[in-house]
């Protein structure tokens, strides 16, 4: 017997940095949140500077609603990438966030001098897209998301987005078609996620309902998200949707 053993001194060696980051992300795929945030701030303790670190804290931040700490996570990230193609995609993500904070003008800017950095993308014009139909401008949208697919070539999530900027424009047939041309039993859940909020804006319950089952069926944070997100919040009173966040 060691003397380790015998007086009981050993403890189990307290896990590395990559180890805490694998742990919180593994939590967050099945919307262990406040578990994951606890695993990454251990590690941020460590190494304050690790770009890994602070980009799952930005996502946990993300996928919790709390924006303004989104953006602070991931632009500190955007000092110690190194990678190019990730540093644009972070860059996209933080312009994502000034428009769900309804940052209109300040999206558009970023916009405008990302594209002239770094040329016209698919998920610029998706951006621009979005933002122009959060302000139910809903042709400029359509444009956007057309162009978007031109690039992209085949995208469920474009043609999900053209057929919520139809359903906002009425033009439900057209809507439908876009959905089977994504393939309306597609397991992409944003798919579902935004098409459920194409429904309820037209006031079709019903069909909001049916596709807000099928996101929450696929996506384990969705319960999370949807009764954190400011749009659904405004229908915190159907009984539908509280039962299925529930």
């Not at 992300?25 to 949140?33: H, M």
């Not at 000034?98 to 950095?117: A, G, I």
């Not at 009425?170 to 194409?198: C, F, H, P, Y």
């Not at 089952?213 to 400011?230: F, G, N, P, T």
Request: aromatic letters at 8%; charged letters at 30%.
């Amino acid at each position: 017997t060691t003397l380790c053993g015998y007086f009981g001194w050993c403890h189990e060696p307290e896990p590395d940095v990559g180890m805490l980051l694998s742990s919180a992300e593994f939590l967050a795929r099945v919307g262990a949140f406040d578990e994951a945030e606890e695993a990454v701030d251990r590690a941020l303790d460590r190494e304050p500077d690790h770009a890994h670190g602070l980009l799952v804290k930005g996502y946990l931040a993300e996928a919790t609603n709390r924006l303004d700490l989104a953006l602070e996570s991931y632009g500190r990230a955007l000092h110690f990438i190194d990678d190019d193609a990730l540093r644009v995609d972070i860059r996209l993500s933080v312009i994502d966030l000034y428009r769900r904070k309804e940052s209109y003008s300040e999206v558009e800017t970023r916009l405008d001098w990302f594209e002239t950095e770094f040329g016209v993308t698919p998920r610029s014009l998706r951006l621009r897209g979005v933002a122009a139909l959060d302000q139910k401008h809903y042709e400029d949208a359509r444009r956007h998301f057309e162009s978007a697919l031109a690039k992209a070539g085949d995208d469920l999530e474009c043609h999900a987005l053209i057929a919520q900027a139809h359903i906002g424009t009425g033009r439900l047939a057209d809507a439908r078609d876009q959905l089977e041309q994504a393939g309306v039993d597609t397991s992409a859940w944003s798919v579902w996620q935004r098409l459920a909020r194409a429904h309820m804006e037209s006031g079709e319950k019903g069909a909001a309902h049916s596709a807000l089952a099928r996101y929450v069926e696929l996506d384990r944070s969705a319960r999370r998200w949807i009764s954190q997100d400011v749009f659904w919040q405004q229908h915190r009173d159907d009984a539908e949707l509280k039962e299925l966040i529930q």
